[in-house]
């Protein structure tokens, strides 16, 4: 017996909709929480640091997948890829800015 912490309620019903949708990618609101993740990482490390921001999107990454059904909602392999990516565009572009 699995039980949710997270209820579905507005707020990740709406998180969870999806913009844009393919074989291999899926673009829903979430994106801009990874994105706006990335660019608040970038507050904390350097540009030359980049290495440490993919470990910790990495780590966050499989930290959620080990919570699937209990806190967090199964997705697609290659999303988890994208949120990564994501995550490592809003870091460079803050960064990017800020030079």
């Given at each position: 017996?699995?039980?949710?912490?997270?209820?579905?309620?507005f707020i990740s019903?709406?998180?969870?909709?999806?913009?844009?949708?393919?074989?291999?990618?899926?673009?829903?609101?979430?994106?801009?929480?990874?994105?706006?993740?990335?660019?608040?990482?970038?507050?904390?490390?350097?540009?030359?640091?980049?290495?440490?921001?993919?470990?910790?999107?990495?780590?966050?990454?499989?930290?959620?997948?080990?919570?699937?059904?209990?806190?967090?909602?199964?997705?697609e392999y290659y999303?988890?890829?994208?949120?990564?990516?994501?995550?490592?565009?809003?870091?460079?572009?803050?960064?990017?800015?800020?030079?």
């Open positions: 017996m699995s039980y949710q912490i997270i209820k579905p309620n019903e709406f998180l969870n909709k999806e913009i844009f949708k393919t074989k291999f990618i899926t673009f829903d609101f979430w994106m801009l929480v990874h994105l706006f993740t990335g660019g608040l990482l970038a507050l904390f490390f350097d540009l030359n640091e980049w290495n440490k921001v993919l470990a910790l999107l990495i780590a966050y990454e499989v930290f959620e997948v080990a919570l699937w059904g209990v806190a967090f909602r199964p997705e999303n988890i890829f994208w949120d990564i990516v994501i995550g490592m565009l809003g870091f460079y572009i803050i960064n990017f800015v800020r030079l």
